[in-house]
């Protein structure tokens, strides 16, 4: 994937900062790996899917087990394992008559690890927002 | 915020490895951190903000400079904004008249930058799902 845009050039004078703005035109995203990337995130916005991945992150589990840990039907944590599976962010290993899910490499744990620790960062700091 | 989850145990015999539930559920985040997690990225979820922080993790940038780049006008590159830096996604830099936005910390671009080679990585490779 090209995942770099084209981006129309416009005149010097629209931009208050122009040579900033050339730099960044070079090196932003196209349209289309950005909404690859907005799926990619889309998917982690559910506190059930987030559990998983965080749970994975530690070991590889089973789906009963994962099931039990979070207290979910098994079928309703394989319908999110798949979902996972879908989008590359977890892959399975097969042992006997049993599947173990894991991570699918280390930006997912990385990027599990940096949300947490921001999510932490946010709850810690003075809010902007009026929180509920 | 404890983002430690209590886990009420469960009978050794309901899972299959007890030994690494135990370790997993030590370490597992509580749902209220999964939560805050999963509200991140939630808001990560979409194709205009993902470019905004892709753009802001080349350069700071005004908003009618981000607005130019991106193609949308600059009250809704403003709102998008609002919403990154209630999140501490984004900050600000006041220089004279003008302001400038920047990525809130190292983790947010790590974030978009595991986000976007996971999303490259997943375009590359041969797709489990059925693509539109």
Known sequence: MNIRAHVPPRRAAEFADDSRV???RRALVSPD??????????LLGDP?????????SVDELCVSDLAGLLG???SAAS???????DRR?????????????????EHIRTLV???LSHAAEDAAAPSRRRRG
Chains 1, 2 share one sequence.
């Open 72 to 74: 979910v039907s098994p």
């Open 22 to 24: 050339r730099r960044v």
């Open 113 to 115: 690890d940096m949300g």
């Open 48 to 56: 059930t899917r987030t559990r998983i991945l965080h749970a994975l």
């Open 33 to 42: 790996a950005a909404l690859a990337l907005a799926e990619t995130f889309s």
């Open 89 to 105: 962010l977890v892959a399975v290993r097969r042992q006997g008559k049993r599947t173990y899910y894991h991570l699918q490499d």
């Open 79 to 85: 319908h999110q394992l798949r979902l996972l599976r």
